[in-house]
């Protein structure tokens, strides 16, 4: 079990690479665009394209990917990013783990 200290420089750690790597995407020239003026407020209707959510998933794969390489590359550097990062997250809540992991299909296992 981790302990207290590591657990809140892994909820650092997270915020920071999800605001760097995710927020600071194309994910932000979605939200600062101007509303959809016919779904506004309607559950149920996706204001994201198909390419958007590919361009959004791809920038935080490749960001998150970038980000652990550095924490093994240049530790430095990657204390410098976090920093950084956490700019952004000073007003977030802290991550909490899910209630449960869902648990994986036998078949599933056998492929890992």
């Keep these: 079990m981790s302990t207290d200290l590591e657990r809140r420089q892994i909820a650092r750690e997270s915020k920071a690479i999800v605001a760097l790597a995710f927020r600071n995407g194309p994910i932000e ?3 600062a665009g101007p509303s959809c003026p016919t779904c506004t407020g309607q559950a149920g209707f996706s204001r994201i394209t198909d390419d958007e959510m ?3 998933m791809r920038n935080a ?14 530790p430095v550097e990657y204390e410098s990013e976090i920093q950084f990062g956490e700019r952004y997250t000073a007003r977030w809540d802290e991550p909490q783990m899910p209630r ?9 296992q056998s492929t890992l």
């Design 29 to 31: 020239q979605i939200h």
């Design 54 to 56: 590919k361009s959004i």
């Design 61 to 74: 794969v490749n960001r998150l990917y970038e980000f652990l390489l550095l924490k093994e590359e240049d």
């Design 100 to 108: 449960k992991r869902p648990a994986k299909p036998a078949d599933r």
